[in-house]
């Protein structure tokens, strides 16, 4: 019964540890303006959302349009606001992306795991 107990434990803090890669890798990609770390992120396509022009994108061509925005808009920082998971096993982020021409987006990604792979299924910049 021990040795389940601990099993189990370990089980769940990698869970955990994998999540927090992932919540980190992403957050940190878009602290950076790094639009191949995010790419390693997107399976086959992405619905993908900059101001007000929204679509589902193939990898190669989210890759060049994050490309796009983020020399266009340099980050100068990225705040966490709030993270979680829904029941489904999604996870979502919230946070601000300020730019360095003074530029504030709030930023929202939402991933899931499909073949113990993180993938981002949606990525938002929305002007504040």
Not at 2 to 21: E, H, K, M
Not at 33 to 47: C, E, H, P, R
Not at 69 to 76: G, K, S
């Amino acid at each position: 019964m021990r040795n389940f107990r601990l099993a189990f434990i370990l089980i769940i803090t990698c869970s955990f540890v994998g999540l927090v890669d992932a919540y980190d890798d992403i957050s940190n990609a878009i602290r950076t303006g790094n639009s191949k770390q995010l790419s390693a992120y997107i399976g086959t396509n992405i619905d993908l959302t900059i101001g007000s022009q929204e679509a589902v994108y193939s990898k190669v061509q989210a890759e060049q349009i994050l490309r796009n925005f983020f020399n266009n808009n340099t980050p100068q920082s990225f705040t966490l606001l709030h993270k979680g998971a829904s029941k489904e096993g999604t996870m979502y982020v919230i946070g601000s992306l300020v730019t360095k021409a003074g530029k504030t987006f709030r930023t929202s990604f939402y991933f899931k795991q499909s073949n113990k792979v993180d993938l981002l299924k949606e990525l938002r910049f929305e002007m504040e």
